[in-house]
């Protein structure tokens, strides 16, 4: 459905950068991550935030490893910013709310009837994460669903909870790099889920399963 907003002038935030992660069979990254992928890259190319061509912070970097455990969540479209000295709730106002909500509503609203069998069926997630380069942590919201439309309607959580999420850091440190918050049925952790790295993260997001648990 067609989605009119202001993002077009909008005041384009110095010192970000952008990429985009996914998991999923070849049909959810078609009817999923692919739309919104272009969409991201159009935009925010015409903004003046380019995609994030360094080398990934250790915490970061990904590699495919194959897993007995039944997946929880079928598929994942992500989205990193990475954002440099300002550690500020602010970011979710200047960036999410005014540029990217709108292209994931234009992107996703659609999108469940054009998922089928398992992708159709089970829980997805759409994922945001912010990488604070100068304090190195990632703090990363998870809004998991069983359709795009349940997942859709839960992006209002995210504003407040990064807001905790730094007012827990500021309290309790940093301590680990990577700080997930897990958004369900309206629900989300009050404190962060700690991992050593997003690869981690990801396994306890897809399968439930913690390591070293």
């Known amino acids: ?20 992660f996914s998991s999923g069979d070849s049909s959810f990254i078609r009817e999923a991550v692919m739309p919104l992928a272009k969409e991201l890259d159009g935009h ?66 659609r999108t469940d009837k054009k998922l089928t069998g398992a992708n159709h069926r089970k829980k997805k997630a759409l994922q945001f994460g912010v990488w604070h380069t100068k304090h190195r942590v990632l703090i990363l919201f998870a809004i998991v669903g069983d359709s795009f439309d349940e997942i859709l309607k839960q992006q209002n959580h995210l504003r ?19 700080h997930v918050y897990r958004i369900e049925k309206g629900q989300g952790n009050v404190s ?18 913690h390591p070293g648990r």
């Open 1 to 20: 459905m067609p989605v009119k907003s202001k993002v077009a002038t909008a005041r384009p935030v110095r010192g970000c950068s952008y990429t985009t």
């Open 44 to 109: 925010f190319q015409s903004e003046g935030i380019p995609l994030h061509r360094k080398v990934l912070p250790g915490p970061l970097k990904m590699a495919r490893h194959p897993t007995n455990e039944p997946f929880v969540v079928v598929g994942i479209v992500g989205l990193l910013l990475f954002v440099g000295s300002r550690f500020t709730g602010k970011i979710l106002d200047d960036i999410y709310a005014v540029k990217i909500q709108p292209l994931v509503y234009k992107a996703l609203g």
């Open 160 to 178: 407040p909870l990064h807001a905790n999420g730094i007012a827990w850091i500021v309290e309790n440190g940093v301590q680990k790099p990577i």
């Open 192 to 209: 962060p889920i700690l991992f050593d790295s997003l690869m981690e993260a990801q396994k306890y997001l897809r399968t439930g399963s």
